[in-house]
């Protein structure tokens, strides 16, 4: 706001001679201080804090507020067309940013404007009267007083929000910093100094899950207020398409039943609880489940990567779970494909079985009959190796996931 502001134009109407404003400017130190005093009493956020030489500064700004209202009329008359409602305005402005710092509301300043505006009335317009000046005058003069203490009011707003949204940037720049250093996985030290900066209380654990970017608010909401987010974008083939990344805090243990929960039919993927500090390590697991092809249901429990730790363990080297599965299955390599696919199915399910007939035909959809067949052309097929604990284990390993797709071959 400058020279062409409401408060500016409105003075032009308000003949306000010397001696009128020597006499307002002589009462301004005491109106200064009564207004200060009202402030205090009144407005709770500043009660006990407007001491000493704090006070005697807000005094002073009081002062020169009212005092520039008082020279903004004087002017309005005179030969000199500049006004000094620009400094005023700026001061205003820096008064909100300075409580907007202390952490003060943009409430209690407003409410100091209020009773500051009142008071300051009050005492001016005593003198006013006093003085003899005419009712009009004294009423324009109310209503430019309060329209003046309005601007000072939106210029210090202005400054309070201003400064609450540059914190807030710098805060969410933080966090941002914050949980990618986590994801990363780097060195405690420097997660300790990036926690600080962002004014992030250090939990026990960090729980990571990925859900879609689509689903992200709602559990946003559900969740702890100190849980960090990303969002990614994996790999084709890994988690489609934009995947939100959560960071949870002290859900470990029972709480983890309340997490899962909390991401019911939100497709979630959820990793192990970690030391906060080593959240990178839920992270990456998480990542690994995602490229299994796990993927959870629309509307069902998250995917827990707890549950899958066979399949990660399988999966680490694929082109070994390869090599394993070609020489434990040589026994059927001289049979037509169907027939070898067949009687591989079955091996697989009599393992997991223990060799429970009922069940591995219930599993397979096929008659008992069929199973004890079957059975008998495998143990012609491996004979000794049915009995042994090793060949045992490495059949069960090998046939435990379906076939691996072995890395292509480097050129």
Not at 113 to 137: C, F, K, N
Not at 293 to 305: F, K, L, R, S, Y
Not at 358 to 371: E, R, S
Request: hydrophobic share 45%; no cysteine.
């Amino acid at each position: 706001m400058a020279e062409n502001s409401g408060t500016s134009h409105r003075a032009a109407r308000i003949e306000l001679d010397q001696r009128v404003a020597r006499e307002l400017r002589e009462r301004l130190p005491l109106v200064a201080e009564r207004t200060v005093t009202a402030i205090t009493a009144e407005v709770p956020s500043y009660s006990g804090t407007l001491t000493g030489q704090m006070r005697d500064k807000i005094e002073n700004a009081v002062q020169i507020a009212l005092g520039t209202f008082l020279q903004l009329l004087e002017r309005s008359h005179g030969g000199d067309p500049s006004t000094p409602l620009v400094p005023a305005l700026e001061a205003a402005y820096a008064l909100g940013s300075g409580e907007a710092r202390s952490g003060r509301s943009v409430d209690a300043l407003l409410a100091a404007y209020r009773i500051g505006a009142r008071v300051s009335w009050r005492e001016l317009a005593a003198t006013t009267v006093a003085i003899g000046s005419p009712a009009a005058a004294v009423a324009e003069f109310a209503e430019l007083m309060f329209a003046y203490i309005d601007e000072l009011s939106a210029a210090s707003v202005a400054g309070h929000a201003d400064e609450l949204a540059s914190v807030g940037r710098a805060r969410r720049r933080n966090l941002e910093r914050l949980t990618q250093q986590l994801l990363l996985g780097e060195p405690e030290d420097v997660l300790v100094r990036s926690a600080e900066r962002a004014d992030w209380p250090l939990p026990q654990t960090l729980t990571v899950a990925l859900l879609p970017q689509t689903k992200l608010r709602g559990a946003l909401a559900l969740l702890d207020e100190h849980t960090l987010e990303s969002t990614e974008e994996l790999p084709a083939g890994e988690s489609g398409a934009e995947t939100a990344v959560l960071l949870v805090p002290d859900m470990h243990g029972d709480r983890r039943r309340q997490l899962a929960r909390v991401l019911q039919g939100r497709r979630a993927v959820l990793g192990p609880a970690r030391p906060w500090a080593r959240a990178g390590s839920s992270y990456h697991r998480v990542l690994r489940v995602s490229t299994l092809g796990i993927a959870p249901p629309d509307d069902g429990e998250p995917v827990d990567t707890e549950r899958h730790l066979a399949e990660l363990l399988l999966s680490a080297d694929l082109e070994a779970l390869a090599d394993l599965r070609a020489r434990v299955l040589q026994p059927l390599a001289t049979l037509p494909a169907a027939s070898a696919e067949r009687l591989a199915e079955t091996l697989r399910s009599w393992l997991l079985h223990q060799g429970r007939r009922d069940d591995v035909a219930a599993d397979l959809f096929v008659h008992p009959q069929t199973v004890r067949y079957r059975m008998g052309q495998l143990r012609q097929l491996y004979g000794e190796r049915l009995t042994d604990p090793r060949s045992l284990l490495d059949l069960t390993v090998a046939l435990a996931l379906p076939a691996p797709t072995p890395p292509a071959a480097t050129t």
